[in-house]
């Protein structure tokens, strides 16, 4: 059982690791605007956050079960791109939160950048 419980705790240690030095490189460039990106088992999360770190705009793919993980994301991400056009977003940094690169994550991204938004 120790072993369970050590491995989790390094587990836990590695993600706290990543997150902070992602914050650490993307807070010392003192952005505008921060798209932050949250994910858990069976959801997306996506937060435009502004440089004082008040919410802008934000979105979720709870309202899509029909599909995958992924296509659900890109469905957050085709009503979010309206939003960020009518405030004016045009560029942002990409914060993936401590998470791999990799994944509905990287998908994400993608589709942020293939609607317009520089990162």
């Known amino acids: 059982m120790s072993y369970l419980k050590n491995k989790l ?3 836990l240690r590695r993600y706290m690791r990543r997150k902070h030095r992602v914050n650490e ?3 010392s460039q003192n952005p505008e605007f921060r798209l932050l990106v949250e994910r858990s088992n069976l959801y997306v999360k996506a937060q435009v956050l502004g440089r004082d770190g008040k919410v802008i705009a934000s ?3 709870k309202g899509a079960s029909w599909a995958n993980k992924s296509e659900r994301a890109w469905n957050a991400w085709e009503a979010f791109a309206a939003v960020l ?3 004016w977003v045009s560029s942002l940094v990409f914060d993936r939160n401590g998470y791999r690169y990799h994944g509905r994550v990287k998908a994400f991204a ?3 950048r293939k609607g317009g938004i520089q990162f």
């Open 9 to 11: 705790q390094e587990k």
């Open 25 to 27: 490189t993307i807070k």
């Open 59 to 61: 979105t979720t793919d």
């Open 85 to 87: 056009k009518d405030k």
């Open 110 to 112: 993608e589709w942020v």
